[in-house]
């Protein structure tokens, strides 16, 4: 790349700030972070990189062509990473529209403010120019029992959620087959790690074990999820960025299929090992089935043999260790959490599914 700077879209929410907090640390690249900061987003988890001189917030939506015109005149990045979304199924299943906002429109919007400053780019900017579209494995559906995704799988997204991230990677997709705009398309199953808002499965799960809650699993807890540490994830963006071909995609994966009450009875272990004196030990006796949602995929699993191959990615983390580095970073890091509020409205929304949504500490803090 010619000049110095990655703009980074999301970077206050879960991947992205670990993508910032990356490349800060181990490159010497400029990062602008342009972030709404919805509920999703998190300055807490760039804390440490916030007075950096090489890192730079722009709070902006990406629906304001306006404003991500001059973020994007006034930086000059070399490349685009995008991570900004809706990004909770969940939340889709109550409420689609900023769904189809932030995720296809807001894409919509990027792309076309990002080939308009790559036009008027010099040659050899343009020839090195990259868009990484940063998306999921939910796109292309439910596997059965067995088979796994590749990266020619059809598109058969079920949630709202999905059905958007879906028709953004088709925009995006579009805009390299129709004017060769160098764009990059990544698919990844399930992240967990720290700085994972306390919503999605392994943070609500380690933070209602902290306070004694239920600990909710859908339906009887089958479904398979293949979990990928979210610092390997990071690093498979990284090198995508740096050698994928223009107008491929590659899947991403760990490998680690677990069922949704695998994963909680980890968790529950690692806590009772972590916390002998816990008066809510043995911490799975707190786990309660509830009705499961609509449309559930049963099961995910990725065929990463391309990105390993082509690029030589490997994830670095097991199951194992990497939910022993979550469960202790949560322990750990009880600032983080506490300090955000809960919102009263989606709460209640949990609460009528049989969720007990967020621990009382959280409540209260
Ligand atoms: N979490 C996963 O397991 C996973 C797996 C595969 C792919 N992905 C994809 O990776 C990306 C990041 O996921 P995440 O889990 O970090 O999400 P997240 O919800 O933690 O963070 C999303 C971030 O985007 C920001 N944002 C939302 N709407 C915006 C808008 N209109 N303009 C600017 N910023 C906006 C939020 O403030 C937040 O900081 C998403 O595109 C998601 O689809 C996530």
Same mark, same amino acid.
């Given at each position: ?5 990655i703009m ?31 509920y ?42 995008h ?53 999921? =494995?939910? #796109? ?12 020619? +799988? %059809?598109? $058969? *997204? ?20 129709t ?82 009450? =695998?994963? #909680? ?12 004196? +816990? %008066?809510? $030990? *043995? ?10 949602r ?13 990105i ?58």
């Amino acid at each position: 790349m010619t000049n110095k700077t990655i703009m980074i879209t999301g970077g206050a929410g879960f991947i992205g700030s670990e993508l910032v907090r990356q490349l800060i640390a181990d490159t010497d690249f400029f990062v602008v972070n342009v972030d709404k900061l919805t509920y999703a987003g998190n300055l807490a988890s760039l804390q440490e990189v916030s007075d950096h001189p090489r890192y730079k917030l722009e709070k902006a939506d990406i629906g304001d062509a306006a404003n991500i015109g001059r973020i994007l005149r006034e930086h000059d990045p070399a490349a685009i990473v995008h991570l900004a979304a809706e990004s909770h199924v969940d939340r889709s299943i109550d409420s689609a529209a900023p769904f189809v906002q932030t995720n296809i429109v807001g894409t919509f919007i990027l792309l076309e403010q990002a080939m308009q400053y790559w036009s008027a780019l010099g040659s050899a900017a343009r020839e090195k120019f990259r868009f990484l579209h940063v998306s999921t =494995d939910e #796109v292309f559906g439910s596997l059965g029992e067995t088979g796994f995704f590749h990266e020619s +799988s %059809p598109y $058969r *997204p079920s949630s709202p959620y999905s059905a958007s991230k879906a028709a953004s990677d088709h925009l995006a997709r579009a805009w390299h087959h129709t004017w060769q705009f160098p764009v990059l398309i990544t698919n990844c199953s399930n992240n967990y790690g720290p700085c994972q808002y306390p919503e999605k499965l392994i943070p609500l799960t380690i933070l209602n074990a902290l306070a004694g809650k239920t600990l909710p699993v859908y339906g009887q807890g089958l479904n398979v999820r293949d979990w990928l540490f979210v610092s390997d994830h990071v690093r498979a963006l990284r090198r995508v960025l740096e050698a994928g071909t223009p107008g491929s995609t590659y899947n991403v994966g760990g490998n680690s299929e677990r069922t949704n009450l =695998d994963v #909680v009875h980890a968790i529950c272990e690692r806590l009772d090992e972590l916390l002998p004196n +816990s %008066p809510h $030990r *043995p911490h799975a006796s707190l786990i309660s089935f509830v009705k499961d949602r609509p449309g559930h995929d049963l099961r995910y699993a990725i065929d990463a043999t391309r990105i390993r191959s082509e690029l030589g990615w490997m994830p670095e983390e097991t199951f194992d260790s990497g939910i022993g580095r979550t469960v202790e970073w949560y322990l750990e890091n009880r600032n983080w959490w506490r300090r955000i509020r809960p919102e009263k409205q989606h709460n209640r929304k949990l609460r009528r599914k049989g969720f007990d949504a967020y621990p009382a500490s959280l409540a209260s803090g």
